[in-house]
């Protein structure tokens, strides 16, 4: 087994912002459960000697530790490669020249919306405005710049308009992130599904903006995978290329991995990053084939996609060992598709959406 | 985008080497390639000082008796490859 290439590090799950489709956990981990400076210090240095490349900071929100300036310099030191994923809010011009003075390679600022009310209204906070500026502060520095965008059924109809706003920004790259659904968003899925012929639509505006941004912009897009034929190979397969750490330390295979009853994860408090990896029950339980089911057991596309998304096979049919529901050869797909037929087209006023959807809740301080 | 006489690539903004290993890694948002031979040839090059031209005579005088219209093909279609990945600028 070889060592993974990225880290994630969800330094925190403090957050302003309230996302109906926060992936975050939907218990979310207390300010004081988290990890101090020197802890993560010591996890990037570990991790940098394992080979891992890239250092994701995310959240919650990373802003919302004082540390940050402090994290971002040790993972540089490490020589890991820094991105910051953000909403900006709060960050001044000022912090934001410390954090590449420390080292910041690349920032990743997300985006609700073209549209500053119906922006704020999916945040549950007002904070567009804020964005506009930053992005035109982030452009002063030499380091690379990619807007997210996460899309679903309430802003698809005007991802044209939202991809010429982003345009604007002058980014090097346009994230264009179909809502996954787990945790929050699983909680608002039915608010959230896209039509297909929104879909359709969507494919087009992408398939045109990258052909006029060609050498400027590059535009990352993936397919939601209630859509698609096969599902994603989720994380590259579980516990092969990708780490992620809490705010309290635990290592996991993913984002959602927490909702998979009888996962013990290993705290990086207590134990090297390496020989988690290496040896962890929680890690080594969806290693290999042995666990597969049929039809995956015996299908050629179990070593390019590894039977799919482990949380999302538990989170739909119970069973984490099952083949990813998404899957067209999966028994269970009739769930999806029934999820698809009853899902609601209309695109709702914001007043409407607010009081019926589940704003995401920022975790207490103690 | 084609490259020109009077391009001056560079890597781009938040792109970056990686020598921790025997292979140089070049490190970008998402990703990161392993480079040798040829390719890193050419990158190491691409300081944003000199032209397209110059790179290309400076990799004749290391590459001494190729051809240098093969030369010049092989480093246009590379560095217009990386250009579209957002990973050279010129």
Redesign the interface.
Known sequence: MSNP?ALIAEITHRCPLHCVYCSNPLELAAAASELKTEDWQRVFEQA?RM?V??LHLTGGEPLARADLEELVASARQA?L?T?LITSGLGLSRERLARLVECGL??I?LSFQDSDQTRADWIAGTKSHAHKLKLASWIREH?????TNLVVHRQNLDHLEETLRFLETLRP??IEIAHTQYYGWALKNRSFLMPTPSQLETALQVVAAAEQRL??K??I?SVLPDYHAKYPKACMGGWGRRLVLINPAGEALPCHAAGVIPGLVFENVRDRPLQSIWNDSPAFEKFRGESWMQEPCRTCERRTEDFAGCRCQAFLLTGDAAATDPVCSLAPSRGLIDQTLRESPSNVVSAAALASDWTYRPNPTRT | MAITDTSKPILAVGCRWNRENEEPMLLFPEGAIKVQGTGLAILELCDGQRTFPQILEELQRLYFGADPKRIRDDASRFLEQLHEKRIVDF
């Open positions: 290439l940098a080979g490349l890239h020589r490669y991105n390679d690349h990743q030499r380091i690379a710049f990619t090097d790259r060609k050498g912009i590059r990352d």
